[in-house]
């Protein structure tokens, strides 16, 4: 069956370092997304995608970066990790219908990372 | 500004109790519209969609939702509720924001279920 994945699903990590959480889908979507989720905020988009070699920051970029090389994959970047990113991170993904980035479909979830950055 | 209000942070009904969980967007058309829900240490699953046509719509686990254009709303509901509904739920939003197409959800509902 097709899935999204991601990983680590716990990961502590010191302020500053740089953390790659990952995402794999095989469900050959075109949309991925990754969002933040915090008490009181629900999900928050950090970027998506409609595609490879395709990025776009969400509502709250600041201090991460994806990139997307193939359809499966769209790792998420915290360049210089901070105490205000700790958080549960998903990613999703989509497909579309009628158009490139329609997000006229279900996305499909990954289980989280839990991320603490102390 | 783009945005999906879900006004109850907290919901708690007795089992077998009916439920409306509330959800308003801020867009100018009419966007695609989602139900999600959250178990505990879960993703999110979806419950139901609405894109166009009939405004009542039906979705898993019993769940029912109507899309009102002049109030933009999209509530959620739920004759009889079980025990295992207990859970966080999330409206969502698919549109395009700023120029381009994204999905934004709603702060969420968290509803207890009393026996």
């Known amino acids: 069956d097709a899935e999204i994945t991601q990983s680590p699903r716990h990961k502590i990590t010191e302020t500053g370092r740089q953390v790659t959480l990952a995402c794999h889908q095989t469900w050959n979507h075109n949309n991925m997304f990754w969002y933040r989720q915090d008490l009181g905020h629900g999900l928050r988009l950090i970027h998506y995608s409609y595609g490879v070699q395709d990025t776009n920051k969400g509502e709250v970029s600041d201090g991460y970066s994806v990139s997307r090389s193939n359809t499966e994959d769209l790792p998420l970047t915290l360049e210089s990790a901070a105490s205000s990113q700790t958080s549960v991170y998903f990613c999703?993904?989509?497909?579309?219908?009628?158009?490139?980035?329609?997000?006229?479909?279900?996305?499909?979830f990954g289980q989280g990372t839990r991320l603490t950055v102390v | 500004a783009q945005s999906v209000t879900q006004p109850d942070i907290h919901i708690t009904v007795s089992e077998g109790a009916s439920l409306e969980l509330r959800c308003n967007y801020s867009?100018?058309?009419?966007?695609?519209l989602f139900w999600y829900v959250q178990s505990p240490g879960q993703g999110l699953q979806l419950l139901l969609k609405?894109?166009?046509?009939?405004?009542l719509v039906q979705g898993i686990k019993g769940f029912e939702a109507e899309f009102k254009r002049s109030q933009s709303s999209f509530n959620l509901r739920k004759p009889s509720v079980h025990w295992s509904d207990a859970a966080e739920y999330f409206c969502?939003?698919?549109?395009?924001?700023?120029?381009?197409?994204?999905?934004?959800f709603g702060a969420g509902t968290r509803l207890a279920v009393h026996p």
């Open positions: 999703a993904s989509s497909s579309e219908k009628g158009g490139r980035g329609r997000m006229n479909t279900e996305a499909f």
């Open positions: 969502a939003v698919g549109a395009v924001f700023g120029g381009y197409n994204k999905l934004i």
């Open positions: 609405y894109f166009s046509g009939d405004t």
């Open positions: 867009y100018g058309a009419t966007p695609y």
